[in-house]
């Protein structure tokens, strides 16, 4: 039986952490819930909460060695989201920089 995702939207998202603690909740079945939309007006915060957003899109095996590059400061976001476009404009939808 293929389970149904229920959808996650968190507001005053800060960097992410109720996101991440729904994003890796597992039960027998898999992992229930996927982030549809975090939304943060905090520009640091919201720059952590789409990266983040960026490393969910990838299966933890298949996340670019350029992502940890980048952690590692061996390149600059921007290089990293040029190598990426498809991925970086997919997390740029699902993290919001906005004000309520």
């Not at 980048?70 to 997390?91: D, F, M, S, V």
């Amino acid at each position: 039986m293929i389970m149904k995702k229920i959808p996650v939207i968190d507001i005053f998202a800060g960097p992410g952490g109720l996101g991440e603690g729904f994003s890796q909740y597992k039960i027998e079945d898999g992992f229930p819930f996927r982030i549809k939309l975090s939304i943060e007006k905090d520009l640091h915060a919201h720059t952590t909460l789409k990266l983040r957003s960026f490393f969910r899109l990838f299966q933890v095996e298949n996340v670019p060695e350029e992502y940890y590059r980048h952690l590692r400061g061996e390149i600059t976001l921007e290089q990293l989201y040029n190598q990426y476009p498809r991925a970086a404009e997919k997390a740029g939808e699902q993290a919001w920089r906005a004000e309520l």
